[in-house]
């Protein structure tokens, strides 16, 4: 597509629920970022893939959080028993790789609300 | 682990006027990302800056990437409404390591323009 496409863009569940996010990269982008947004803060990263391999999984909060993306293109990040304390805007970006130095294009990400 | 400042956290101006904003981070970068981020979106690249020193402009917006590679300015010339928003910077460091693709951000300027 002509840019970075994110699935649901609200989701408002229950604690203790599990919530899978999806992100469509930009065609032929074989990066993908997941980066996480609390209100009125900046961004912090989560994890990211270069085709299907995930080098650096180190910002994920807790071993609730797993990410997966298959055939180098859709990624979805999950989050097990859901907390008050994930509720924020989950930010997906894409580059054509990780190692050309070109910028992260961002999708609008999704507004998860845990009640 | 790296930490960017962003200062200021807010701006209140009159339209027409400059605005300038500032980064400075305790790690050395090699790229330096500015974006914008309207409310309800997803941050929008504006420039991005690849060598110690470069001076890059983009209409009204002028960036520089410090010589000590740690730090960065965005400038906006004659400020006009459609500028209000919230504006990040964002270091990448250098190749090597599993934590090249991601983007450090800093916290974010809010930016008020009254006409």
């Known amino acids: 597509g002509a840019g970075v496409s994110q699935s649901p863009s609200n989701k408002v569940t229950e604690k203790g629920k599990d919530v899978e996010l999806r992100c469509d990269p930009i065609s032929g982008h074989t990066a993908l970022y997941w980066y996480r947004q609390s209100l009125g803060q900046g961004l912090e990263f989560l994890i990211y893939?270069?085709?299907?391999?995930?080098?650096?999984k180190s910002g994920l909060p807790s071993d609730r959080f797993s990410a997966e993306r298959t055939g180098g293109s859709v990624s979805t990040l999950t989050i097990q028993r859901t907390q008050q304390e994930d509720s924020a805007v989950y930010l997906c970006?894409?580059?054509?790789?990780?190692?050309?130095?070109?910028?992260?294009?961002f999708g609008d990400g999704t507004r998860l609300s845990i009640l | 682990g790296q930490q960017l400042n962003q200062s200021p956290q807010s701006m209140f101006i009159q339209e027409g006027e400059d605005v300038s904003m500032n980064c400075t981070s305790s790690?050395?970068?090699?790229?330096w990302l500015w974006y914008k981020q309207d409310p309800g979106e997803g941050p929008v690249l504006l420039i991005a800056?690849?060598?110690?020193?470069e001076l890059t402009s983009n209409g009204r917006l002028t960036a520089q990437f410090g010589i000590t590679r740690k730090d960065s300015f965005l400038n906006i010339s004659a400020s006009i409404p459609s500028d209000v928003g919230i504006y990040f910077c964002a270091g990448q460091l250098p190749p090597g390591g599993t934590s090249y693709g991601k983007l450090t951000f800093g916290q974010g300027t809010i930016l008020t323009v009254h006409p």
């Open positions: 893939f270069q085709g299907n391999s995930a080098p650096d």
């Open positions: 800056l690849y060598k110690a020193g």
């Open positions: 970006a894409s580059s054509q790789t990780v190692w050309s130095n070109q910028p992260q294009h």
């Open positions: 790690s050395i970068f090699n790229t």
